[in-house]
């Protein structure tokens, strides 16, 4: 058996201008951003590749530029690694973090499990940016029936892309407002991944998400949770008898996130991965469940 042929060592100017940039992973970072334009150009790949090689090399410049600058990676190369799958992205979209991938596998389980028992699981991916965790849940547990929803219309663009090949709806609007209404009390798994850093902390976020992340995907409100409040209060009414609402935090509002989720009539319990950095509250309906409280009144409908 012939020996894998190793890939090329990337440009060394341009793994040290990036890590005079601060890229700690440079040579990484500069593989990539080579391979993305040689994908792009077909550079160095049949006849004419010649012809290409300026606008090749314009465009690796211009990457370059951006990521010296401070532009994501990730939005530069149009894509990012989540949960072993490429998720596409759109400018401005928010990019998958790798703690939300406890999320993604916690609800690919679940709605395995219903897949077990002969039933086809019936998946929301709420707030669901490019739709990383839909598709991560759509591949594990297929077919399912899947709809996905998010404010953003960027985001809802990337998630098209990346969940209307699996089969999936996506629609766009606020919260449960666009979901489909026959969706009420038949969710097995509700997979939330809603804004939660205080309005006061987004000045502290790193300036790839604070400067190139739409804010809708950033900001909870005051105290991180507001998003959290208006889904835990809603969750109920969506979900069929034993689904489940799993809903990504932090470890320090994990406690808080789970008394909201109490109180909209689910019974919670809390996962963590230290590894990775993930916390999610995991809510679930059974029998009897209701309301402790009125559902807060969401500005969607005032």
């Known amino acids: 058996m012939d020996a894998a042929v190793p890939a090329p060592e990337p440009d060394p100017a341009l793994v040290a201008r990036l890590r005079a940039a601060g890229c700690v992973f440079a040579e990484d970072e500069a593989a990539l951003l080579e391979a993305a334009v040689a994908e792009r150009f077909g550079a160095g790949a049949g006849a004419g590749a010649g012809d290409r090689a300026p606008d090749a090399a314009a465009e690796l410049e211009r990457l370059v530029a951006r990521r010296v600058a401070g532009d994501p990676l990730e939005q530069l190369l ?14 401005g979209v928010f990019v998958p973090r790798r703690r939300t991938e406890l999320l993604a596998e916690s609800a690919s389980g679940l709605a395995t499990a219903v897949a077990a028992s002969g039933r086809v699981p019936v998946v929301v991916d709420l707030c669901c940016g490019a739709g990383a965790i839909g598709a991560v849940i759509a591949d594990a547990a297929g077919p399912v029936e899947l709809v996905a929803a998010d404010l953003d219309p960027a985001a809802v663009r990337a998630a098209r892309r ?14 449960f407002a666009p979901l489909p209404t026959d969706l009420r009390g038949r969710v097995d798994v509700l997979a939330v991944n809603a804004p939660y850093v205080p309005t006061d902390e987004i000045a502290m976020m790193p300036p790839e998400a604070r400067d190139h992340e739409a804010l809708v995907a950033l ?7 507001d998003v959290h409040r208006w889904v835990a209060a809603s969750a ?3 979900l069929a008898p034993g689904g489940r609402l799993l809903i990504e935090t932090s470890r320090q509002q994990a406690a808080a996130t789970a008394a909201l989720v109490e109180a909209g009539g689910l019974q919670a319990g809390i996962v963590r991965d230290d590894e990775r950095g993930g916390t999610i509250v995991v809510g679930t309906r059974v029998s009897g469940s209701r309301r402790a409280a009125p559902a807060p009144r969401h500005p969607s409908s005032a």
């Open 78 to 91: 149009g894509w990012a690694e989540f949960g072993g799958l490429r998720i596409l992205l759109e400018p």
């Open 236 to 238: 109920l009414e969506w």
């Open 219 to 225: 900001d909870g409100g005051a105290d991180g949770l």
């Open 162 to 175: 990346n969940l209307e090949p699996r089969g999936a709806r996506v629609v766009e609007g606020d919260l």
